[in-house]
């Protein structure tokens, strides 16, 4: 993990286009990126307040993303979602591209027509995803005219519509090939978990009971964790406690906090019974493994 940790700081980022651009979505290559930022700076952990898509084009790379390194080589598209911690690595030689989107950008979810009713859903796709070359021809060309589309010079409201429509269209044919390749989809996900999951997301800081979630829901706490074991392959609890030990982790890893105020952060009562907890999830105390990763 030392490879990409430049400094126990998670730094938030949010959406600010460079200059006057007056759009909700941003797509840039790699190699511009680069030239317009200071080394340092593209080696700097950040959490992301807006969703990001990186399709590598040319040679290999290891994207970090909540502790874990993903290897990715020409053709790999990899998503980050808000809320993440992701760092692109030391790796120099690379390129591909990157498209940004605020949230805000994606049509509203009560829109229930078939047409727009996708079964990709930006939030939950897998960790990578690899287009043959035939594929990232096709992602190319439609990532090169979206590009394109965002200089005309129309009113914003048009152009906003037509740059929407064409990341929407992006995703969906992503989603044919994600099902070509057998990957899971959200389709194939009960709805119940689902919201579970977004629940968890929203609340993990303050309620870690299977209990509490299932009251939410209006169902048992068996209902509960059979539908997460079905869906992910552990019971609910676990899946909560997953979720509470990743904060903690990005916490003592990319912060100063003492560990009394992460205990009491994510509603731990002592700082001894987080100590306890975090020790059972990752086989460290919070004191070793903030050590190990400095």
């Not at 829109?111 to 070359?133: A, C, M, S, V």
Request: charged share 25%; net charge negative.
């Amino acid at each position: 993990m030392d490879s990409f940790k430049q400094e126990n700081k998670i730094r938030p980022l949010i959406y600010k286009p460079v200059f006057s651009y007056p759009y909700d979505m941003e797509i840039f290559s790699v190699s511009s990126l680069k030239e317009r930022t200071p080394e340092e700076s593209m080696k700097i952990t950040y959490r992301y307040e807006f969703y990001m898509l990186i399709c590598v084009t040319e040679e290999t790379c290891t994207q970090w993303i909540d502790f874990e390194p993903i290897p990715c080589k020409e053709g790999t598209l990899i998503v980050v979602t808000p809320g993440q911690v992701h760092n692109f690595g030391n790796d120099e030689n690379w390129d591909g591209w990157v498209i940004l989107f605020r949230e805000q950008f994606l049509l509203p979810t009560s829109l229930t027509l078939n047409e727009l009713n996708l079964t990709f859903d930006i939030g939950r796709t897998p960790k990578g995803l690899t287009l043959n070359t035939t594929e990232l021809q096709r992602a190319n060309t439609l990532i090169e005219q979206m590009v394109q589309d965002s200089l005309i010079q129309a009113a914003k409201e048009d152009v906003h519509i037509l740059l929407r429509f064409q990341l929407y269209a992006f995703v969906a044919w992503l989603n044919l090939i994600q099902k070509q390749k057998k990957i899971p989809s959200t389709s194939q996900v009960s709805q119940k978990f689902l919201k579970f999951q977004e629940l968890v997301e929203k609340n993990y800081a303050q309620l870690n009971h299977v209990s509490d979630y299932a009251a939410l829901l209006n169902c048992t706490e068996k209902t509960l964790t059979r539908v997460t074991v079905s869906a992910v392959g552990i019971s609910a609890k676990a899946f909560i406690s997953a979720r509470i030990s990743l904060e903690a982790k990005r916490l003592l890893m990319h912060t100063d906090y003492l560990i009394s105020d992460i205990a009491e952060m994510l509603n731990f009562q002592e700082t001894t019974h987080f100590s306890k907890f975090f020790k059972r999830e990752t086989g460290f105390t919070p004191v070793e493994f903030r050590k190990q990763n400095l």
